[in-house]
């Protein structure tokens, strides 16, 4: 039986027990335990390179003997001039010398372009082919840098008459 005077329906008794469960529900049977944990954040930071030139290539004053034909004529790296036969080869000659700075213990790559000499006057050309360190490590950071040099041939036309000069594009990148 019933009370008297309570009513109660079965829809009524629904309702509450769905009440009691969603409290259940809300309310926390376990506790959950959060994870943590740590990490490192890195960074390298290197200084700006800075390329410079301390000397400019210079190859003297080649004479050639008048046979038809191409002479090379080349600078290594330590300045040792190569004149071939048929030709005579006088006057200063230095390889190019240039500085790079840098961040230490970083390497750099160097590029050097090959590029065409042009007589000012005709307009003529010599080709010229670089040669380089691939690489250098710096050993300091910043100045005084590190110097390396850069040499080179020359491919020259029998025909070739008068001053030829150019401009050659020498790029450091760190590896």
Do not use: W
């Not at 509450?16 to 930071?45: D, E, N, P, Y």
């Not at 390889?95 to 590029?115: E, F, W």
């Amino acid at each position: 039986g019933s009370k008297p005077g309570l009513l109660v329906t079965e829809p009524s008794r629904i309702v509450t027990r769905l009440a009691a469960f969603a409290l259940l529900g809300a309310v926390q049977l376990g506790s959950a335990h959060a994870a943590q944990t740590t990490i490192q954040a890195k960074a390298k930071v290197v200084k700006s390179l800075e390329l410079s030139s301390k000397q400019d290539l210079d190859f003297g004053t080649i004479s050639l003997s008048g046979t038809p034909g191409t002479y090379t004529v080349s600078i290594d790296l330590n300045g040792q001039l190569t004149c071939p036969s048929g030709a005579t080869c006088s006057g200063v000659a230095q390889p190019a010398i240039m500085n790079v700075a840098g961040s230490r213990g970083q390497v750099v790559i160097i590029s050097v372009a090959s590029s065409n000499l042009v007589n000012a006057f005709d307009g003529s050309t010599i080709p010229f082919t670089p040669i380089a360190p691939a690489s250098i490590s710096l050993t300091n950071s910043g100045s005084p840098g590190r110097d390396f040099n850069i040499g080179g041939s020359l491919a020259i036309p029998s025909t070739a008459d008068g001053s030829y000069a150019g401009n050659v594009v020498v790029t450091a990148n760190y590896q």
